[in-house]
């Protein structure tokens, strides 16, 4: 069974930085795109960032030049380095990954940006 197990959310004041991880576990898996998306009350998921397996990535205009993803295919994890943070950023993060035939989602991690 696969399972996605995010990381590193929390409480932090504007201007800050938080680093999120995401592992899979159940087996090795390929995955073609890791990404994050995240859920603001009030609002529909939307995404942040993804990043292929030969890591190119796509960054929501949002987040552009304050945020970066990173993978490493060897641990099944994927990373969201957040720098800059602003009080907009607040959301339940969520780790995404896909296969050819599967698409998995992790729980969520709160992230609260305080102005």
């Known amino acids: 069974q696969v399972q996605l197990v995010e990381s590193g959310g929390g409480l932090v004041q504007a201007g800050g930085s938080l680093r999120l991880s995401c592992a899979a576990s159940?087996?090795?898996?390929?995955?073609?795109?890791m990404g994050w998306y995240r859920q603001a009350p009030g609002k529909q998921r939307e995404l942040v960032a993804t990043?292929?397996?030969?890591?190119?990535?796509n960054y929501a205009d949002s987040v552009k030049g304050r945020f970066t993803i990173s993978r490493d295919n060897a641990k099944n994890t994927v990373y969201l380095q957040m720098n800059s943070l602003e009080p907009e950023d607040t959301a339940v993060y969520y780790c995404?990954?896909?296969?050819?035939?599967?698409?998995?989602w992790g729980q969520g991690t709160q992230v609260t940006v305080s102005s």
């Open positions: 995404n990954a896909i296969t050819t035939l599967s698409a998995y």
């Open positions: 159940g087996g090795i898996f390929r995955f073609n795109v």
């Open positions: 990043i292929s397996r030969g890591g190119i990535t």
